[in-house]
């Protein structure tokens, strides 16, 4: 009866030992199936931080460019009304410089007629001077 008992407490005994085996060899794989399952979770946790920060990077690069292109936009357009401004004041400069310059031609093409006229003046008055002597 002893050594019965003794069969039955070995065969538990080895039942035991092997089913704890056998849940420890299930309890490694549940493991090792979440640690992958975690490792991937974070990988795409990593990839989607990756991607976010990317978006954002671009984003703020296109913001940049956006502000640099309003910036040279702005600095065009100063530069242009500056020139128009300086082309405006040179024509009118211009203007004024030829219309001086006729002036001054007109008054000497005035003063050479009036010279003109006088010498004729003076030779007509001879000439009639010259004819009442005559008569």
């Not at 009304?81 to 001054?104: F, G, I, V, Y």
Request: charged share 40%; aromatic share 0%.
């Amino acid at each position: 009866h002893e050594r019965e008992h003794d069969r039955e407490i070995s065969e538990l005994a080895a039942k035991h030992a092997e089913e704890m085996e056998k849940l420890r060899a299930e309890l490694k794989e549940e493991q090792r199936h979440l640690l992958d399952e975690l490792r991937e979770q974070m990988a795409a946790a990593h990839r989607a931080e990756h991607e976010q920060a990317q978006l954002q990077s671009q984003t703020l690069h296109s913001l940049e460019l956006e502000a640099l292109r309003l910036t040279l936009n702005n600095m065009h357009t100063s530069q242009l009304e500056l020139t128009q401004s300086n082309l405006r004041k040179e024509k009118e400069t211009a203007l004024m410089e030829l219309r001086e310059m006729l002036n001054d031609k007109r008054a000497q093409e005035v003063a050479i007629l009036q010279s003109r006229h006088q010498l004729e003046w003076e030779k007509i008055k001879e000439q009639c001077l010259k004819e009442k002597e005559d008569l």
